[in-house]
């Protein structure tokens, strides 16, 4: 048994790991890499030696990729079955990538949901950074889908209980219906008593459905559904095990880490971005295009360029780590860009090119309860760009040297002028924007993945 540090969560956690020659020497190295970025080892690569068994037992044991593997083993990211051998059994795998589909589908939807609702939607910045800190720690693009077991489920629930709503809402307008054509009348009274028993039966059966566990299945055999709850209650301890169920459930979607995360991560890249976006809409105020709010528009820009070139690392450092204080360790940072300059060049170049065309969603504003809509390609673009972005870091915190010179140089080189187009084209937007110059302080990339 062992208690995570951050959640205290309690885990089984086997009490001795085991380790193949390769797999200790990339522990090694990751040590090395983990002692080099944190500056306690002056020497870096250079200065590592053969090491013993006891050594390479040490070092496992302080090793971030041996930690994460504690921490989070496989029931608790998610537990997703293992993809079936294509060609010995093809209609399981076919399956297997329909329900993976499926569920990522239903995540994306899930999170557009909670996206554009305000304050929860610090819950889905949460849920995207803690995708991004999971593939920094470990590397594994599986561990992107946290809510990948689950998600499925909530599709299917979400699915299973609209097909029974659909008959409802149809027999309820027919007797709104009734009720006007005929007010008091035969068709009047007997569809209004067949609209509240069905109304009932609806309602019970897609309570017993969720009982059993919200599958499919559920949802189409009400009489067994019936049965089920029958013999649940003559055996006793249901409604103990019910709210032991929901409660496992609830605590399984991590509600308030991820709040705690998302808020944390929102203000971290606020506090980067704040002064520099002020800035950069001077000229766009009512008293702008003197010379004063000119040049100070252009030094925000300046600055605002720079801090775009660092903060995706930032933030990516900050959902590795998980403290505040590392939205702003540049100088661990600037190291692993050192590494990979090429792998960061790629994935800002992503980053940006996804981001700058979902400010066109900005043009007009749109009902409340339409803005989940919008939401969901904000948080589908998002999504991929977290997952490249803490795949990146992760190879630069496994790498113990840097890159050529030269691939670094030409990294930087390319980096300004691009940053600085993206910047030129931004400070057009507060013209064909909904919210005037406010569109440029909203950075959905790395604050609310929302279009408001």
């Known amino acids: 048994m062992k208690t995570h540090a951050e959640t205290g969560n309690t885990l089984n956690v086997p009490a001795t790991a085991h380790f193949s020659g390769s797999e200790a020497e990339q522990t090694v190295s990751e040590h090395a890499t983990h002692a080099g970025d944190s500056g306690n080892n002056g020497q870096g690569a250079s200065a590592l030696t053969t090491p013993s068994s006891d050594e390479v037992a040490q070092h496992a044991a302080d090793s971030p990729t041996t930690e994460i593997d504690q921490f989070y083993p496989d029931e608790v990211v998610g537990n997703i079955p293992p993809f079936p051998h294509l060609f010995k059994h093809p209609l399981k795998a076919t399956f297997w990538i329909i329900r993976m589909l499926f569920g990522i589908v239903c995540l994306v939807l899930f999170l557009a949901v909670i996206a554009a609702i305000p304050l929860v939607n610090f819950i889905a910045l949460g849920y995207l950074l803690d995708v991004e ?31 029974w709503l659909i008959p409802l809402f149809l027999l309820s307008g027919a007797a709104a219906d009734a009720r006007l054509v005929d007010p008091g009348g035969t068709s009047d009274q007997t569809l209004h008593f067949i609209n509240r028993l069905v109304s009932i039966f609806v309602a019970l059966h897609l309570c017993l459905a969720l009982a059993r566990g919200g599958t499919f299945s559920c949802y189409l055999r009400p009489l067994k559904n019936a049965i089920w709850l029958f013999k649940q209650l003559r055996a006793g301890g249901y409604w103990e095990r019910a709210a032991q169920n929901v409660s496992e459930f609830v605590s399984s979607l991590k509600l308030g880490q991820n709040f705690s995360l998302g808020l944390r991560g929102f203000l971290g890249a606020l506090a980067w971005l704040l002064i520099p976006s002020l800035m950069f809409a001077s000229a766009s105020s009512p008293e702008g295009g003197k010379g004063g709010p000119v040049l100070v528009t252009l030094l925000g820009g300046l600055l605002l360029v720079i801090v775009l070139g660092w903060l995706p690392l930032l933030q ?44 066109l969603f900005k043009v007009a504003a749109l009902p409340r309860d339409a803005m989940w809509g919008i939401t969901l390609i904000f948080v589908a673009t998002i999504y991929p760009t977290k997952i490249l972005l803490g795949w990146v870091y992760y190879r630069a915190s496994s790498k113990t040297r840097n890159a050529w010179f030269g691939w670094r140089w030409l990294s930087r080189t390319l980096i300004l002028p691009l940053l600085s187009l993206y910047v030129f084209l931004l400070f057009f937007t507060q013209f064909i924007g909904m919210h005037g110059n406010r569109v440029l302080m909203e950075h959905h990339v790395f604050l609310l993945p929302v279009p408001f």
């Open 133 to 163: 800190g999971r593939v920094a720690r470990t590397g594994k693009i599986r561990l992107a889908f946290p809510l990948l077991d689950i998600a499925p489920r909530l599709g299917t629930i979400v699915l299973g209980t609209g097909l």
């Open 316 to 359: 990516a450092h900050f959902a590795a780590e998980n403290r505040l204080r590392a939205m702003f360790e540049l100088r661990t940072i600037r190291r692993k860009f050192k590494r990979t300059p090429i792998a960061w060049l790629v994935a800002l170049i992503v980053v940006y090119v996804l981001s700058l065309p979902l400010y």
